[in-house]
């Protein structure tokens, strides 16, 4: 009787072994050349130049807002980053370089002052920030935040900023390279 059911269990193991993935996987054939993926097609447009100078100055108020609120908050918190509060200097101070291009006149000159008070501080803070001058840093941050809303926030200087025709051609928001020259 032993010797009879040796053959019926050794097919209920084949047919058990073999409905296993991995075992099937393992005798498939592989392809010889990998399968292609489709690589995205990425075509940039510049949009600023259907915007108003007022749209862009409401834009960049916008991200100086953000970039300032993150530096706030990172020098507000008991262990901060100073990766972070650089890179929140640097996009604040940026926005602020483009609002003082986008106002013209007394603006831009009174502008100028509040520009000058931050690069002072974003010269500070990319040095190395010890924690007894955080405190100070970020309060003078606020400072400068309540002076730029309260005299440049977009609903007060919106008859003071450049004409369309003026900025169209800005430094910020327009980089072309220029083409290279072969040496002789």
């Known amino acids: 009787m032993i010797k009879q059911s040796r053959p019926f269990i050794f097919c209920l193991l084949i047919l058990f072994a ?4 991995s075992l099937q996987r393992k005798f498939t ?10 690589a995205p097609i990425i075509h940039f447009q510049d949009y600023s130049q259907g915007m108003t100078v007022l749209d862009r ?5 916008l991200m100086f807002e953000y970039w300032n609120n ?10 901060y980053s100073v990766k972070r509060i650089r890179r929140a200097s640097e996009g604040a101070l940026n926005s602020m370089r483009t609002l003082h291009e986008l106002l013209r006149g007394e603006e831009a000159e009174k502008f100028k002052e509040i ?8 010269r500070n803070l990319n040095r190395s920030v010890t924690p007894g001058q955080v405190d100070d840093f970020r309060r003078r941050a606020e400072s400068q935040t ?22 169209a051609g800005s430094a910020l928001e327009t980089q072309t390279p220029e083409p290279l020259e072969p040496n002789p």
């Open 18 to 21: 073999g409905g296993c993935e």
């Open 29 to 38: 054939r592989k392809p010889k050349t990998p399968v292609e993926q489709p």
């Open 57 to 61: 100055y409401q834009k960049h108020f």
């Open 70 to 79: 993150d530096l706030i908050d990172s020098l507000q918190t008991g262990r």
């Open 115 to 122: 520009l000058d008070q931050r690069e002072k501080l974003d």
């Open 146 to 167: 309540r002076a730029t809303h309260r005299e440049f926030y977009w609903t007060k200087v919106k008859d003071k900023l450049r004409a369309d025709t003026d900025v």
